[in-house]
Every structure is written in structure tokens, then in C-alpha cells.
Nanobody
Framework: QVQLVESGGGLVQAGGSLRLSCAASGSILSGYSMGWFRQAPGKEREFVAGVTWSDGSTTYVNSLKGRFTISRDRALNTVYLQMNNLKPEDTGIYYC???????????????WGQGTQVTVSS
């Protein structure tokens, strides 16, 4: 089975940047995608971004307005989330996920990492 391990979270001031990483064990299945979700205490987990593993096509939640960028390194089986101009409302636990893109978008993704905490101070 695919195992996902996130890293790169931490405490940052508003306006700063962080780069999250998610390393996947083994090879990624043909047709699968990888993505990022985030969740604040008491709130539902929300989609952030996704990338198709085969061709690198990306999709983002509209509210991020270009501040976040997702990318993947196929040789390292790793997906990244570059987060710029961070705001306090970006605070939450960020989770890496893997499945077909449709499953990721509708919330039924099968594979999840443990999550990494991102805290943005004002």
C-alpha cells in the first residue's frame, strides 16, 4: 500500500513562506494523483491543490488566489506545496493524499498522511 509522510510545517509570521513535502513509498499507480488538504480545529477538511502524477497537470481551490503552488518530483516520489504570503487563516493541519483525481476532489481519497501543522501568526 502507498504510505505518505509529510514534512515542512512550522510556525511562520504572516507574509512569510513555507514549503511542505510529502514523500510516498513505492511507485505511484498509473492514473493516480496526489494532493493537499488542510483542516482547522472544529472545521471540515478542505481541498487545497492536486497534481496528476503522469503529466503534472494541477488544480487549485479558487480562494488561494495564486499564493500556493503544487508540484511533484517523479524521481523522488515526492509532492510539494509552496505556500507564499501566508495569512493567519491558513493555519491548520495540512494532509497529503493520493488517489484518482475524482476521489480526491469528492473527499473519498483512500491514502492519507499523518499531517503536518502550519501555524501563521499575525
Amino acid at each position: 500500500q502507498v504510505q505518505l509522510v509529510e514534512s515542512g510545517g512550522g510556525l511562520v509570521q504572516a507574509g512569510g513562506s513555507l514549503r511542505l513535502s510529502c514523500a510516498a513509498s513505492g511507485s505511484i499507480l498509473s492514473g493516480y494523483s496526489m494532493g493537499w488538504f488542510r483542516q482547522a480545529p472544529g472545521k471540515e477538511r478542505e481541498f487545497v491543490a492536486g497534481v496528476t502524477w503522469s503529466d503534472g497537470s494541477t488544480t487549485y481551490v479558487n480562494s488561494l488566489k495564486g499564493r500556493f503552488t503544487i508540484s511533484r518530483d517523479r524521481a523522488l516520489n515526492t509532492v510539494y506545496l509552496q505556500m507564499n504570503n501566508l495569512k493567519p487563516e491558513d493555519t491548520g493541519i495540512y494532509y497529503c493524499t493520493s488517489d484518482v483525481m475524482q476521489a480526491i476532489l469528492d473527499g473519498s481519497s483512500h491514502y492519507w498522511g499523518q499531517g503536518t501543522q502550519v501555524t501563521v501568526s499575525s
